[in-house]
């Protein structure tokens, strides 16, 4: 039995303070984790899978062959996914839609695509979350339920914890939630303010009025009091270190990118009373290492197309939703995501028309449905690399128990060298 | 059939993120990823109560989902954790921007007499 320490591969807190006991390549205990983390160590099992082509079991060389034989016929391939594995993999998928005159797309597509949109607008304020967790003394969730989907982001970086210049936590900060829903997050705030769907946008402009001192003749806005928008402007100007963390509640709604310019404008305007700041809420745990590498090897961060043996970028013409639903690609090849599960079904029911190459380290839907499903080592419990946490952190993940499987970068690369040889 | 007409929001619940790492096909993920939640106000006004089945459809498709009654809804909205069955109700239209419209959906709630 031994003790091993290991960097959760779940969300983009991405906490690398867990300890797993494991005995006989087994987990019995996960340590410090939330309980996603618990059960992701404790489910993992990849004994259980094997490499299948149309269904059928293949050896592994196999399985690459013809994943590689789909992707050389295809006249417009897409390579999806990447936000579940390291960003040495990501790397190599780049390398491989570069090859093959592709396009290359993240899951960042749908979930803070719109907030890259808006940062390439007006720019970012931001800080990490060690800032946080030491300066803060206003907290602001802004259309995000961290209590369910980064369950231990308030316990560690955000409300709870004791910082360098908040010795009194909880007690020091004020925690404001602002959402449709009174979620557990917001259950846990001094001050929860509903709103109604697809008024953030107006509710972000009536603050920025206010913060300017203007005299606004309405009641209410967004379902909000301006009374209680007053107060909130208030506490945002008079706090020694504000933040707003936010998430799909902006992104994903009426306005998306539009919502995140306004929210940065505000944070923007705060800045001339106090240190205010902006971090987006990044779901999948290297998501932000996707925008990262994909940004560091081309230039820009999702959405691209190397058909032209460049990269191009374009939002709405090179993102998967768009090629899915208009059905321009004729193949593809995912990885470390499951759009099967996760996009629209009138965009991800396209995916049984044409060949597709599913690398997971689990069985997805997408994987069920795959013509070729390699099964690969899960980064961050078989295998280390860097991943990249939601502010921008670049973390270690680490290895706990050994896997029969290759790793995402390894097929990739069997992949790209079997096209190469042709 | 009477029916009613709602705004559906998609988003994570605790047991989505949980069960997901159970398994995609694990009972507790389809489970979870098949209820619908709605407000108390709501499901007194519906007759609805935990566990009762309801069909919910709109221009893009439908799906059958059983109902959870939740403190937390304010009238007229519903809640679905995400999965394979909330993204057949979700327009796959982007507007320009890549992001489908996955919060605000205007959706039908069916109930049998």
Redesign the interface.
């Known amino acids: 039995m031994e003790t091993i320490s290991a960097t959760c591969p779940f969300c983009g807190c991405l906490c690398d303070d867990i300890q797993i006991v494991v005995e006989n390549g087994k987990v019995l205990e996960v340590k410090n984790g939330c309980s996603i983390s618990k059960t992701l160590f404790t489910h993992h099992d990849p004994d259980d899978l094997v490499p299948q082509i149309e269904g059928k079991k293949a050896s592994l060389e196999e399985a690459l062959d013809r994943a590689a034989s789909i992707i050389r016929q295809a006249r417009f391939p897409l390579v999806f996914g990447l936000s579940m594995t390291s960003c040495e993999a990501q790397r190599k998928a780049v390398e491989l839609a570069e090859f093959i005159g592709g396009n290359i797309d993240s899951t960042s597509t749908f979930c803070h695509g719109p907030t890259t949109l808006a940062m390439q607008s007006v720019g970012e304020p931001t800080c990490t979350l060690g800032e946080i967790k030491n300066r803060a003394d206003l907290v602001v969730f802004w259309g995000c339920n961290p209590v369910e989907a980064h369950p231990r982001h308030i316990a560690r970086y955000s409300v709870s914890p004791k910082g360098l210049f908040n010795p009194a936590g909880r007690r020091g900060r004020t925690v404001v939630t602002v959402d449709v829903r009174a979620t557990p997050t917001a259950r846990v705030s001094d001050i929860f303010l509903q709103i109604q769907p697809h008024k953030d946008y107006e509710v972000f402009e009536v603050l920025r009025a206010l913060l300017k001192g203007k005299d606004l003749r309405i009641d209410s806005v967004g379902g909000i009091p301006l009374d209680a928008l007053k107060d909130l402007v208030n506490k945002m100007k008079s706090c020694k270190f504000g933040i707003i963390l936010f998430g799909m509640g902006l992104t994903m709604t009426r306005g998306r990118h539009l919502n995140i310019e306004a929210a940065i404008s505000l944070v923007r305007d705060l800045n001339q009373f106090t240190k205010f700041l902006i971090i987006p809420m990044r779901g999948h745990y290297n998501v932000t290492g996707a925008d990262a590498v994909l940004t560091w090897q081309t230039g820009y961060p999702y959405a691209l197309n190397f058909s032209r043996g460049y990269p191009q970028y374009n939002p709405g013409e090179f993102t998967t939703v768009d090629l899915l639903r208009r059905k321009e690609v004729d193949a593809a090849l995912i990885l470390a995501s499951d759009p099967m599960a996760s996009l629209p079904r009138q965009a991800s029911s396209y995916l049984e028309e044409i060949p597709f190459v599913v690398l997971d380290c689990r069985k997805s839907y997408s994987a069920s449905f795959a013509t070729v499903f390699i099964p690969v080592a899960a980064s961050g419990v078989s295998i280390s690399g860097t991943a990249y946490r939601m502010d921008g952190v670049p973390v270690l993940l680490k290895k706990v128990l050994d896997s029969p499987h290759p790793t995402d970068e390894q097929v990739l690369d069997g992949i790209l060298k079997r096209l190469r040889q042709r | 059939m009477k029916s009613w007409k709602f705004?559906l929001?998609t988003?994570?619940?605790?047991k989505q993120?949980?069960a997901a790492?159970?398994?995609?096909?694990s009972p507790e993920y389809i489970n979870e990823t098949t209820t619908v939640e709605i407000g108390k106000e709501d499901a007194e006004k519906l007759g609805l109560s935990d566990g009762m089945e309801v069909k919910l459809k709109n221009t893009?498709?439908e799906g059958i989902f059983h109902v959870r009654i939740?403190?937390?809804?304010?009238s007229g909205?519903l809640?679905i954790p995400?999965?394979?069955s909330a993204?057949?109700l979700?327009?796959?239209?982007?507007?320009?921007?890549?992001?489908?419209?996955?919060?605000?959906i205007d959706v039908e709630l069916l109930k049998e007499r």
Do not use: H, V, W
Request: aromatic share 8%; proline share 10%; hydrophobic share 25%.
């Open positions: 705004l929001i988003g994570r619940s605790l993120g949980q790492e159970q398994g995609k096909f893009c498709g939740s403190q937390g809804l304010p909205i809640f995400y999965g394979p993204n057949l979700i327009p796959a239209e982007t507007g320009g921007t890549g992001m489908p419209g996955c919060k605000g």
